[in-house]
């Protein structure tokens, strides 16, 4: 294994980037000089731009969190918020703060992690930072992306009675974390010796934590579909919290309904055995990542031909209203229970 020290900053870099290849006609220049140049003036075009920043011991965890997992998954969660936009990512820069336990080879494996990630969806990294950190692993990313005059959405855009809809399906992220956090409690409970976490039959629940993917291809199908929605948004903090925040800030209400709510069979299972409501699993529990829109009702035959889109309720008039019915005809009312960062 070998010193960060012995590279220093520049050498770093050098190895990091080194790999590098720009394919997209709006990075002009990228990795290697005091600025990125990037050409963003094609006409009925805007530049969408979004960062974010992980902190080891609030997002992350590296008892149980791969190196390169963790790259690929900070550079998907940036992507995710430009296809949110309906636009498409084009570059992004990364920064990272290394504590003096890292060695070289693990930011390979953090950087084989984002450059894959990249790859898989037509992205350059054009530029970024490095320094020391004395609190331990820190990376923030800023995702350039563009999106087209009339087609890009805000989440301020939802109208009264646009149907509700959600890719994928919910809880399964927020499972597999609960997965992760027992056998870190056995293994500190019981030491090395022969512990060998079993997570037979639970693999996608895992996937969904530590390897999630930006959903292009919903956005290539309303494309397709000659569908752009009024709202949307990515699932990252719970669909209850992201639907009041489309409420809020569209100035509509909501009613949801609990038997339309797409959760997978592997998700139910693991809910039932930590013993867990199932429904706040799903409507809480974050870091989906999938995309949650409204459109007008008469999109209706549209929507639902897309595979992988279901809708699960509507829009209201009353701004105060937001409600999630029960199978059994109850309205309960709908809070926003889901991650918050303070």
Request: with cysteine; hydrophobic share 40%; glycine share 10%.
């Amino acid at each position: 294994m070998s010193e960060i020290s012995a590279l220093g900053e520049f050498g770093l870099i050098d190895r990091l980037t080194e790999s590098i290849k720009l394919i997209n006609s709006s990075s002009v220049k990228g990795v290697g000089d005091d600025a990125a140049i990037l050409n963003y003036t094609q006409p009925g075009k805007r530049v969408l731009v979004t960062t974010d920043l992980l902190l080891e011991g609030i997002h992350f965890d590296l008892t149980y969190v791969p190196l390169k997992h963790l790259g690929y998954k900070a550079v998907m969660v940036n992507l995710s918020d430009i296809y949110a936009m309906n636009g498409r990512p084009k570059q992004i820069t990364v920064s990272i703060g290394v504590s003096a336990r890292f060695k070289t080879e693990d930011m390979d494996e953090l950087y084989a992690g984002m450059l894959l990630a990249c790859e898989r969806h037509g992205v350059d990294m054009v530029g970024g930072d490095t320094s020391a950190s004395v609190t331990g692993l820190c990376i923030s990313i800023t995702c350039i992306g563009e999106g087209e005059d009339g087609k890009i959405v805000c989440r301020s855009g939802a109208k009264p009675n646009d149907l509700i809809c959600v890719s994928g399906n919910l809880g399964a992220a927020y499972m597999g974390l609960q997965l992760l956090e027992r056998e870190k409690k056995v293994f500190a409970e019981n030491g090395q010796e022969g512990m060998q976490p079993d997570f037979a039959g639970k693999e996608y629940l895992l996937e969904r934590q530590l390897k999630p993917e930006a959903r292009k291809d919903i956005i290539d199908e309303l494309e397709k579909a000659g569908i752009v929605p009024n709202a949307m948004m990515d699932i990252s903090d719970g669909l209850s919290s992201e639907l009041h925040h489309i409420c809020k800030q569209s100035g509509v209400g909501c009613r949801i309904y609990e038997d339309k709510i797409p959760v997978d069979y592997e998700t139910a299972v693991q809910a039932e055995e930590f013993n867990m409501n199932l429904m706040t699993v799903a409507l809480n529990g974050g870091e989906d990542y999938e995309l949650l829109f409204t459109v007008p009702v008469s999109m209706h035959e549209k929507v639902n031909q897309i595979k992988g889109v279901k809708v699960i309720g509507y829009t209201t008039a009353d701004a105060n209203e937001k409600v999630l019915v029960t199978p059994e005809g109850q309205e309960l009312e709908l809070k926003a229970q889901g991650w918050t960062g303070f």
